[in-house]
Structure formats: structure tokens, C-alpha cells
């Protein structure tokens, strides 16, 4: 059976208010007040479209309130506070972000910065050298 129209958005939004398909997924990012200093609070992000995310979030952010969302493989973005209801929050970004960067996995270091051989003798402590 098929949802009722707006029944899955917070405050009484409706899907039409929705300009982009919205990709679910759990990364974590670094949010803050605009402006303000510091790092700010590690938050869950649950879901990421272009125009916006909805994520974990304190109580202190507040609707309308101005925000910057570090996000892995996207970077800085700043946004507003669309809604925000029992610990979580949906921001609006000020500027259409591509949503694929967020989902890319962390680039590994390439084995040879890992392993590297060492250059010194070691032996084991009490055989000698014959």
C-alpha cells in the first residue's frame, strides 16, 4: 500500500516540495552554526540529495538557523535549517552539491606507504651469527 502524500516529512511538507530523488545512506559528518568556531558536532547523516540532507542532530539547531555541514568527498557546505524535529534536522543547501561524492568510499593509502621494507638486521634476541 502506498503512502499517503507527505507522510514521511516533518512539519506537514509535502513529497512535491521535493526538486530531487534523495539517496539513503549512514556516513558522518561535522556540523555547525555558520560562523561559528571550532569544529562543531559529529552528526549522522541519514539521506543526501542535491539540495539538502537529513541527519542526526543536538537540539540546538533550530529552523531557519544558518548552518555549515562538512561532508567526506563533498566538502563545505552551507545551508539552512529547513525543519527540525526529535533530534533530527532537514537542511536545505544554499547551492545544489553532487550527491554521488558523498557516497564515494575514503581513498586508501596504497600498500607501499604501508609496508615499507626495512633497511636494518634484525635477529632474534640469543642465536648467533654463525
Do not use: C
Not at 82 to 100: L, M, N, Q
Amino acid at each position: 500500500m502506498k503512502e499517503a502524500l507527505g507522510s514521511d516529512t516533518p512539519q506537514g511538507g509535502t513529497d512535491s516540495q521535493r526538486r530531487d530523488e534523495r539517496d539513503s545512506l549512514f556516513v558522518f559528518a561535522r556540523l555547525k552554526h555558520e560562523g561559528q568556531a571550532g569544529e562543531g558536532h559529529n552528526v549522522r547523516v541519514r539521506n543526501v540529495s542535491s539540495g539538502g540532507l537529513m541527519a542526526d542532530a543536538p537540539e540546538d539547531f533550530r529552523q531557519a538557523a544558518r548552518v555549515e555541514i562538512m561532508l567526506e568527498g563533498v566538502g563545505l557546505v552551507r545551508g539552512a535549517v529547513a525543519w527540525a524535529e526529535s533530534g533530527r534536522i532537514g537542511v536545505a543547501f544554499d547551492h545544489p552539491i553532487d550527491k554521488t561524492l558523498a557516497r564515494k568510499p575514503r581513498a586508501a593509502k596504497a600498500d607501499e606507504d604501508l609496508f615499507r621494507p626495512t633497511t636494518l638486521d634484525y635477529r632474534r634476541p640469543g642465536l648467533k651469527a654463525r
